[in-house]
């Protein structure tokens, strides 16, 4: 049978009258009395059955069995130490959570990061997805969301003003032609994202290309891993101009057609309308809005 856990307290006791051998010096680390302190130790030899010290006349040495525990305990104290300092060790003000649309983050958000981290160093950052879940986050300061800007309880700053635009690898140049017309696009998979709703179909119906089979092709639950896929040749995916720029710029993708349509939905930046904004996110909240001003410029 398992012996019970002792207090943490007892173990903490413990660690620092080990490393002191000295009950007194151990008991002022700890800001306890001496008498509190010599009583942990006591409760703790009980708990386990043997004694962990031996009490000479004018000091202390662990016994065979101190020696033996004593670097399990200080390891766990340590690590618990570690754990604790990672999560909750600065101030909650100093720390900006921001939920974040994924493919937004890596695409737009990422490249654009460092900026603000060179101008507000002493903000901690800490992000975290929002992939298919559109309900309220109570340990986020921040959200970046797509939508249409109208969620009940919240505030929107609109921070993108996307086209839709069909892209493809420059790879299709060599393994087939590019297709030249929206007409051509039957001899091609179409890359679809899950979710979203203004897909290839709603593309092609506001083009007036209804001869195309808008259904055929691959389905995904990312337009990030769409957008992946059409870089790497498996076929054409209907981006997000503001997602696309990037890999447009650096000709991991091209824009096979000249036509687009405005996309009806934007990412936008969301904050609590029920709840006065902190320091640091209104921080963030400035610098992000006059990035998404200079991307739209």
Known sequence: MKKRLPPLNWLRSFEAAARHLNFTQAATELHMTQAALSQQIKGLESQLGCALFRRLPRSLALT???????????????????????????????????R????????????RLADFRHKYSDIDLRFT?????????????????????????????????????????????YQQSVPGEPEDLN???????????????????????????????IHFDSLMTAMEM???GHGIALSRSSLAAELLKSDRLIAP????????????????????????????????IKEAAKARS
């Open 64 to 98: 065979d069995a101190g020696r033996a525990y004593i670097p399990g305990v200080r390891e766990a104290i340590e690590n618990l130490a570690v754990v604790t300092d990672e999560v909750f060790g600065k101030e909650r003000g100093s720390t900006l959570s921001v």
């Open 100 to 111: 974040v649309n994924l493919v937004f983050f890596n695409t737009w958000l990422a490249p």
């Open 129 to 173: 997805s929002n992939i298919w879940f559109t309900g309220a986050d109570r340990e986020a300061d921040l959200e970046i969301r797509y939508g249409k800007g109208n969620w009940t309880d919240f505030s929107s700053d609109r921070l993108t003003w996307d086209q839709l635009v069909p892209v493809c690898s420059p790879q299709l140049l």
């Open 187 to 217: 001899g091609y998979t179409l890359l679809h994202v899950i979710g979203y709703e203004e897909g290839w179909g709603h593309w092609l119906k506001q083009l007036g290309h209804h001869a195309i089979d808008a259904s055929q092709g």
């Open 230 to 232: 059409a870089a790497h």
């Open 257 to 288: 057609f000249n036509e687009s349509i405005a996309a009806a939905e934007s990412f936008f930046l969301v904050t609590p309308s029920n709840k006065p904004i902190q320091p640091h996110a209104q921080k963030f909240k400035d610098w992000l």
